[in-house]
């Protein structure tokens, strides 16, 4: 019996994940050089590696939003709305554990939805229930003569 | 030239890769599908 319910792994992990490594090795060679006195070589290593990591990031980021928004709007904001994210949720496991239909269950649901509908479309016309106008159609109506 | 032809192949490469995945998640829909409850 296991009562375990796989969750999203929430973005601050990943982010987490993703940017432990270029911030580590940019601390240590910040620290190695250091050791030798000049400041402003660490402070442009310090400079350099950090906004590097946070401008790849952050294109890639941007860039897959963008990309999603422009060619599936309507992907988009269901994912919006369902506290998802089009870059976050595609990351493969070492950064990010969830199983698809955690990843995307908005679009999964919305899915399964959009077939049940269709698979249980009414297949005749339905005949017009409770309209006043019905009862005296035809009769009053000055457009049939 | 040959950056056109680069360009193309990554072109190519990366809408071919788009529909693997696309697969691989609809692969993914139809098992939750039958799995659910």
């Known amino acids: 019996m296991s009562s375990f319910v796989p969750r999203r792994t929430s973005k601050l992990t990943i982010l987490f994940r993703l940017s432990i490594v270029p911030i580590g090795v940019t601390l ?15 402070r442009a290593v310090l400079i350099g590696g950090l906004g590097t990591t946070a401008a ?3 294109f890639l980021w941007f860039f897959t939003n963008a990309m999603t928004f422009l060619t599936m709007p309507k992907v988009w ?13 595609s990351l493969p496991p070492p950064f990010n554990n969830a199983p698809p239909h ?5 679009l999964f649901e919305e899915k399964l939805r959009q077939e049940n509908a269709w698979l249980l479309r009414p297949l005749v016309p339905l005949p017009p229930q409770n309209d006043p106008k019905d009862a005296t159609r035809g009769i009053d109506d000055p457009h049939i003569i | 030239m040959e950056i056109f032809l ?3 192949a990554v ?5 071919l890769q788009y529909q693997v995945d696309l697969k691989v998640l609809h692969d993914d829909y139809e098992r939750w599908k039958r799995n659910r409850k």
């Open chain 1, 28 to 42: 240590f060679w910040s620290f190695m050089l250091s050791l030798g006195g000049n400041g402003e070589v660490v």
């Open chain 1, 56 to 58: 790849v990031l952050g």
């Open chain 1, 77 to 89: 904001w269901l994912m919006r709305k369902g506290g998802a994210d089009p870059w976050f949720s």
């Open chain 1, 102 to 106: 955690v990843r995307y269950q908005e």
């Open chain 2, 6 to 8: 680069i360009v193309l």
């Open chain 2, 11 to 15: 072109i190519v490469l990366a809408s």
